[in-house]
């Protein structure tokens, strides 16, 4: 199961495209409201939760995933009972796959330390040890999945895909969605 949870001001973007290519690709993923059975993100989207925080069993097969967006990283970071699902995802052997602004939490809880990984421009400073490379859309370092913003979220979600599903499958939903990736330009 992918778990995708939402926090009010989330960046809609960077739940809802991996959510809609994650289940393309016929993976089960469940939204997870922080607080409430439907969800405002940063742009007033209101998004209807599959599941709540209480109601998330993680196992090792499992992926958590963190969008971004200020507030919804903000309403992350000041939840004490979302702060412990994401340590315990990483204590169980979960993926961890953040995006965004979402980087941060990881690096704040330690779990980033002398990692590879990748943040919002001009939030390096928030990465403590992390090895940033800002030059990458999207960082895999052992279990842990990181991208740099809502333009990048299509290469984040195909990329969650290959590793949960396979190449095929990944390139199968790139083809299906018509989407060149971020290494093609247009002429």
Same mark, same amino acid.
């Given at each position: 199961?992918?778990?995708?949870?939402?926090?009010?001001?989330?960046?809609?973007?960077?739940?809802?495209?991996?959510?809609?290519?994650?289940?393309?690709?016929?993976?089960?993923?469940?939204?997870?409201?922080?607080?409430?059975?439907?969800?405002? !993100?940063?742009?007033?989207?209101?998004?209807?939760?599959?599941?709540?925080?209480?109601?998330?069993?993680?196992?090792?097969?499992?992926?958590?995933?963190?969008?971004?967006?200020?507030?919804?990283?903000?309403?992350?970071?000041?939840?004490?009972?979302?702060?412990?699902?994401?340590?315990?995802?990483?204590?169980?052997?979960?993926?961890?796959?953040?995006?965004?602004?979402?980087?941060?939490?990881?690096?704040?809880?330690?779990?980033?330390?002398?990692?590879?990984?990748?943040?919002?421009? !001009?939030?390096?400073?928030?990465?403590?040890?992390?090895?940033?490379?800002?030059?990458?859309?999207?960082?895999?370092? !052992?279990?842990?999945?990181?991208?740099?913003?809502?333009?990048?979220?299509?290469?984040?979600?195909?990329?969650?895909?290959?590793?949960?599903?396979?190449?095929?499958?990944?390139?199968?939903?790139?083809?299906?969605?018509?989407?060149?990736?971020?290494?093609?330009?247009?002429?």
């Amino acid at each position: 199961m992918v778990y995708i949870l939402l926090a009010e001001g989330f960046e809609e973007a960077e739940a809802m495209i991996p959510a809609d290519l994650l289940r393309r690709a016929g993976l089960p993923v469940s939204l997870v409201g922080l607080n409430a059975a439907t969800v405002a !993100g940063g742009h007033g989207i209101a998004v209807a939760a599959d599941l709540t925080l209480e109601q998330v069993v993680l196992s090792s097969q499992d992926m958590l995933l963190l969008p971004g967006g200020k507030g919804g990283v903000e309403s992350m970071q000041m939840d004490l009972f979302a702060l412990a699902l994401i340590q315990k995802a990483h204590t169980v052997g979960c993926y961890l796959a953040a995006i965004c602004a979402a980087p941060t939490l990881l690096a704040h809880l330690g779990l980033l330390d002398r990692r590879s990984a990748v943040c919002y421009p !001009g939030m390096e400073g928030e990465m403590g040890s992390a090895v940033v490379r800002p030059e990458c859309p999207v960082v895999v370092d !052992g279990r842990i999945i990181t991208a740099r913003s809502a333009g990048c979220a299509f290469d984040f979600a195909l990329k969650l895909i290959e590793i949960l599903a396979g190449a095929e499958k990944a390139k199968e939903v790139q083809h299906a969605i018509h989407y060149r990736g971020t290494e093609e330009t247009t002429a």
